[in-house]
T-cell receptor, first 115, second 110 residues
């Protein structure tokens, strides 16, 4: 089992650009969540998707968007990048519906640096 | 809104000494509490959750609703326990959103 896989591992962008981050959940997992982890802080919830529908959204601006595909993989898009978007972006997957108490499994993350 | 507080950024103990990593939360309902651990160069992984009431790698944590705490404890620290520890909260019926604390770096010295 490869676990949750994220790509790319590192990314460098400049202010104003757009970025797409990708996540493949553990096989059989239908729920995917995205988190932002700024240096020195704990992860902060951005989105949750289940069965291709958004099931939760954190306190992030509309520049952040995401989607989930039929194979349950997911993409996180960030537009009009700001310096403050520099962070580690984590993807987590879980087995079942958001209402269940299944634990989440995290990927290694994508390190995004904004110049 | 819920909040998780880990007051110590760094905790340094000697091998064999007891360990207690503090976690306090604020939430008016019934939360689900977790401890996640991140070893050097590894991904964030679940250590334990309060509903399981089990001991993992010698660590235990008890949810104290009166004190709104979920401290992580181990009677005898080992060198391999050195890692970053995050306390996290999830609201029952609130989906998979985890609210994390800022983390405590545990360093076990020989």
């Amino acid at each position: 089992d490869a676990g949750v896989t994220q790509s790319p591992t590192h990314l460098i962008k400049t202010r104003g650009q757009q970025v797409t981050l990708r996540c493949s959940p553990i096989s059989g997992h239908k729920s995917v969540s995205w988190y932002q982890q700024v240096l020195g802080q704990g992860p902060q919830f951005i989105f949750q998707y289940y069965e291709k529908e958004e099931r939760g959204r954190g306190n992030f601006p509309d520049r952040f968007s995401a989607r989930q595909f039929p194979n349950y993989s997911s993409e996180l898009n960030v537009n009009a990048l700001l310096l403050g978007d520099s962070a580690l972006y984590l993807c987590a997957s879980s087995l079942a519906s958001p209402a269940s108490n299944q634990p989440q499994h995290f990927g290694d993350g994508t390190r995004l640096s904004i110049l | 809104a819920q909040r998780v507080t880990q007051p110590e950024k760094l905790l340094s103990v000697f091998k064999g000494a007891p360990v207690e990593l503090k976690c306090n939360y604020s939430y008016s309902g019934s939360p689900e509490l977790f401890w996640y651990v991140q070893y050097s160069r590894q991904r964030l992984q679940l250590l334990l959750r309060h509903i399981s009431r089990e001991s993992i790698k010698g660590f235990t944590a008890d949810l104290n609703k009166g004190e709104t705490s979920f401290h992580l404890k181990k009677p005898f620290a080992q060198e391999e326990d050195s890692a970053m520890y995050y306390c996290a909260l999830r609201v029952w019926g609130g989906g998979n959103k985890l609210t994390f604390g800022t983390g405590t770096q545990l360093k076990v010295e020989l």
